[in-house]
């Protein structure tokens, strides 16, 4: 099956490629953590 990701972001790209060893059926989890956990809010 072909599996696609659209508007994907550095986070999701740099956490994608730090887990090589997880199977494609958990790689869309793990992009989609990377984008909850790479937004940071600045209130300065």
């Given at each position: 099956?072909?599996?696609?990701?659209?508007?994907?972001?550095?986070?999701?790209l740099?956490?994608?490629?730090?887990?090589?060893?997880?199977?494609?059926?958990?790689?869309?989890?793990?992009?989609?953590?990377?984008?909850?956990?790479?937004?940071?809010?600045?209130?300065?």
């Amino acid at each position: 099956p072909v599996r696609r990701v659209s508007a994907l972001s550095l986070p999701m790209l740099l956490r994608v490629m730090n887990y090589p060893e997880q199977g494609l059926d958990q790689l869309p989890a793990t992009a989609a953590a990377g984008t909850r956990n790479g937004a940071i809010v600045d209130d300065a």
